[in-house]
Every structure is written in C-alpha cells, then in structure tokens.
C-alpha cells in the first residue's frame, strides 16, 4: 500500500504531460477486489501544463470543466488496478450514471477512490467517485474498458456514407470565449441545423491536425480523448444557449435535458449519449456564459476520432426548463 507518485504513474500509463491527471495513487489488494485511492491538485500555472482544463467559472472561480472528472476517474481506475503494459493501450468504452454534485475548484486537493467491479468478456468494469478535502462528494460514474495490442490499433477509413448526412438550416459560428476556457478545449466551431420547435440541433466541429492534447493521447496513436466527445454536448448545448439568447432573449441559469449522438463526416456513430442534463449560464451577472454536464446515464464510445476529422453532434429530445 505504498502511494506512487509521478514518475511510478508514468510507468503504469500511455500517457504524459496535460493527460497525467495524477499526483498519487495508492493501489489496495484485498485478494477479491482490486481497488484504490489517488489524490490530485491543480492550480494555475500548474508545472504539467494540467490548468488547460480549468475554466473561469465565475470573474473570481476558477473549476475544472465537469467531463474531466470522468478522464481522472479513469485514469485513477488504470493506475489502482496494475497499469497498462507499454504495448498495449486501455480504451474506454462506456461511461454510466455519472452525476456531478459540486465544482472541483482550482487549488483545491481532492481524493478519490476507485475500484474493479469485474472482468466479463474482456471488457474491464471499474466504478469511481471524487471527493474535496473535507469530505463532499464532487461526482461519482461507473466505466467500462477494454485493452487492445498497439499493433492491433488500426482503425479502418470509413469513406462512403452509413446514413445520411445531418441537415443543415443555418451557419451560425460558435462564439468561443478565452476568457472561459482554453480555446483548444471548445468541441464544437459551428451551428449548422436547428429544428423550429427546438426539439434536435445538430454542430460541426473539425478536430485540428495540431490539437496540444494529441500528444499524450496516445504518443504515436493520436485520437481524441473521449471526455472531449462529452465537452461537445456543453458546447453543442452553448451554441443551443446563443441561439436563445439571439432569437429570443432568453438569458439567465436555466437547465436542459438532452440525449446525443455523435457522427463523423461519413455518418459512422461515435458516441451516443443519453439522458444527459446540462445546466446553463447565459448572460447572468455572476457567471461567465458556459454550459455543464450535471449528469449522463449512459455514454457508449463507438469509434475514435482522428485529427483532422470532422464529427457532428446532435442533440434530440431537448427539454428546457
């Protein structure tokens, strides 16, 4: 039960510089479970370069964007359980029940504790929750991952349509605030369709060639990471939040329900996420214009994302309230 540090995490993992969202991990053997606890700070000017997911929640807030959390789950749940041998890496195919109760604030050192809940078919089930230093949960979701050969990663070229193209009605730019967030962190660039009773909208994002991220997920294999397919709900539920606010004047904190799936530029799914509530800000006089994930029951990752694709995120059966 000794901790390991940043030099014995970055045995266990595939992954560096803003991708190592650990400072220590402690892993426990009961003999029947693997489990395991790890602790993380990140504040501003963090020496990693891991303030790249922070965001200025409020004039004087900064908080860790909320699909993150998900990313430092998982990586917890690698390290806890043995690691990845170096020719392998693990993929996460799934999120379930992930509930966000309270911000994660830079500065602030937060524990958290995970563990294996089994092995069926190949597939690794781990479950996973993050505390603040006095004990207040911050959020809790299960996972499911599966290993693959590096050799093996390759990933066939889809290049005639599986279903058809999104529609599109409009071309309405996504205003993107570095005063909220690093620019590289927003998923999506562009409204391109919106139904008139503002039950489905679908965004247009290309995933640059250049992304900062692509280095440490994964070294040599880039592909996108899959809370970033997460962030593009937020973002697509932003765009959704300008539209009001253009349209309708329709501003304040208010929140929204949501299913979503995700395309590539030939209509090959990649994520399908459902029963997702997002909370949003718009033109409120404490916080910055944003959108956050409060909650998702399922979200099923179904094919990467490689720099320079171009994926569209829909969303259908929007509830505002």
């Known amino acids: 039960m ?11 993992i595939p992954h560096r510089y803003e991708n190592l969202l650990l400072d ?17 700070q990140l504040s501003q000017g963090d020496d990693l370069g891991r303030d790249l997911f922070l965001k200025q ?26 690691g990845v041998p170096h020719d392998y890496f693990l993929f996460y195919t799934g999120i379930k029940d992930f509930i966000f109760f309270r911000d994660f604030e830079a500065g602030e050192k937060i524990t958290g504790k ?34 693959i050969k590096k050799a093996d990663f390759v990933q066939k070229k889809i290049t005639q349509p599986t279903t058809q193209p999104p529609p599109k ?31 489905a909208l679908t965004c247009m994002y290309t995933y640059p060639t250049d992304h900062r991220l692509t280095r440490g997920h994964f070294p040599d294999y880039p592909v996108m990471m899959g809370v970033m397919q997460m962030m593009s709900v937020e973002d697509a539920g932003l765009a959704l939040s300008q539209y009001l606010y253009k349209k309708k004047k329709k501003s304040g904190i208010y929140s929204l329900t949501c299913n979503a799936s995700i395309y590539d530029e030939f209509g090959a799914l990649v994520s399908d996420i459902r ?47």
């Open 24 to 40: 220590s991990v402690t892993s426990i053997d009961t003999g029947s479970t693997l489990s395991g606890e790890f602790s993380l």
């Open 114 to 147: 995970v563990v294996q809940r089994g092995i069926k078919s190949g597939f690794y089930q781990y479950s996973g929750e993050m505390f603040t230093s006095s004990g207040e949960r911050i959020a809790s979701g299960d996972m499911t991952a599966f290993l």
């Open 169 to 199: 009605s409009c071309a309405a730019p996504l205003i993107k605030d570095s005063a909220l967030k690093d620019l590289s962190l927003y998923a999506v660039d562009t409204l391109v369709h919106i139904e008139e009773d503002l039950s």
């Open 57 to 82: 929640k409020t004039q004087t807030l900064k908080t860790l964007m909320t699909p993150v959390i998900m990313e430092i789950l998982a990586l917890g749940s690698i390290v806890s359980c043995g």
């Open 2 to 12: 000794t901790p390991l540090y940043r030099s014995e995490i970055e045995e266990k």
């Open 275 to 321: 029963n997702c509530t997002l909370r949003v800000y718009c033109d409120d006089s404490e916080y910055m214009n944003q959108v956050e994930m409060l909650g998702a029951g399922r979200v099923s990752f179904k094919k990467g994302v490689r720099p320079g694709d171009t994926i569209y995120t829909c969303l259908s059966a929007i509830q505002i309230s």
